[in-house]
């Protein structure tokens, strides 16, 4: 049975969007953040965001970069 994420007290939360932690020992992959266009090396700790209803458009962030996003309001 696949349960919903549960919602991560410290992750700053976006309106219609989910947003996932992700911890260094699971961070198996190289990603490139979409904000920065650096890449999150493996074995670094992240998180993962994706629309409401559109988990196939989850994108990886660095913590710092989702953060800021989220203050601002907006993604792009």
């Known amino acids: 049975m696949n349960l919903p994420p549960r919602p991560d ?8 969007y989910v947003v996932q932690r992700v911890p260094a020992f699971r961070a198996t992959k190289f990603y490139v953040c979409p904000d920065c266009d650096n890449t ?16 196939d458009e989850r994108r990886h962030w660095h913590l710092h970069c989702w953060r800021v996003a989220a203050r601002r309001g907006r993604i792009a």
């Open 9 to 16: 007290a410290f992750l700053p939360v976006l309106d219609g």
């Open 40 to 55: 999150i090396m493996s074995g670094q700790g992240h998180v993962v965001v994706w629309p409401d209803d559109l988990v």
